[in-house]
């Protein structure tokens, strides 16, 4: 199968999960994760209409950024950000996924001009598993609330990883409590948060977390198989 033929395959499968889940085919976006790959197949991957392609290092996202300059695409930061990345990474992307502190908070509102406000998802921890990033659930409100305190930043949502281990039914629970932790904030955050974006689901289990709500899925190794 060729690159064109997967991506094919994953939007139609994304797309009878997205009417599982009652809603619309273009209620659900596909972030191509291209870190498995050099510039010249994320080239292809545009040409096979993946405008949104995402990277998980800075410095990666910086590279290919670059390569593909003469390229529309709109590029997803979904892996950990450190401070002193910012300042070169925000010009350049159209989404950070993977924001999971006030100080990187600071450091984003910083950077971001006030007429280009950054757009960021908060990552939270739904597994409990130490060795991922993001917040715990408990400590997403506390967080949004403070959001006046960070006003070139717009919070579009909220980012999850499944658990490593446990299988489906584990996963399909962690994008449920996304979910529900969004369902349950949405009243109660600052008129600034918008809590739209759901960012969950990967190679393995996109099609579950589409079930469960999501609006962007970030899918990787599956595309390159
Ligand atoms: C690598 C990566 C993905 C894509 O994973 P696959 O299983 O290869 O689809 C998604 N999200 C994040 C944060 C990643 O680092």
């Known amino acids: 199968?060729?690159?064109?033929?997967?991506?094919?395959?994953?939007?139609e499968r994304m797309a009878q999960a997205a009417t599982r889940s009652g809603r619309p085919a273009s209620a659900v976006q596909l972030v191509a994760v291209s870190k498995y790959?050099?510039?010249?197949?994320?080239?292809?991957?545009?040409?096979?209409?993946?405008?949104?392609?995402?990277?998980?290092?800075?410095?990666?996202?910086?590279?290919?950024?670059?390569?593909?300059?003469d390229l529309t695409v709109r590029w997803h930061l979904v892996g950990h950000l450190q401070t002193?990345?910012?300042?070169?990474?925000?010009?350049?992307?159209?989404?950070?996924?993977?924001?999971?502190?006030?100080?990187?908070?600071?450091?984003?509102n910083e950077v971001a001009p006030a007429d280009r406000p950054a757009r960021v998802l908060i990552e939270v921890n739904t597994s409990g598993d130490a060795s991922k990033h993001g917040l715990p659930l408990k400590e997403v409100e506390p967080l949004l609330v403070?959001?006046?305190?960070?006003?070139?930043?717009?919070?579009?949502?909220l980012m999850t990883m499944a658990a490593r281990e446990g299988g489906f039914d584990i996963a399909r629970r962690n994008f449920a409590d996304l979910r529900n932790l969004r369902d349950t904030l949405k009243p109660r955050v600052p008129d600034g948060v918008a809590l739209d974006e759901l960012s969950m689901g990967?190679?393995?289990?996109?099609e579950i977390a589409i079930e469960e709500g999501a609006t962007l899925v970030r899918v990787g190794s599956v595309l390159f198989e």
């Open 1 to 11: 199968m060729s690159l064109a033929d997967r991506v094919a395959e994953v939007r």
């Open 37 to 69: 790959v050099d510039a010249a197949i994320a080239r292809q991957l545009v040409a096979a209409g993946c405008l949104d392609l995402g990277e998980a290092r800075p410095q990666e996202l910086w590279h290919k950024a670059q390569a593909l300059a």
């Open 202 to 206: 990967m190679s393995d289990d996109y």
């Open 84 to 108: 002193n990345k910012v300042r070169r990474t925000l010009p350049l992307v159209e989404l950070i996924h993977s924001v999971d502190s006030a100080r990187l908070l600071d450091a984003i």
């Open 146 to 157: 403070q959001i006046d305190h960070w006003p070139h930043v717009r919070v579009c949502g």
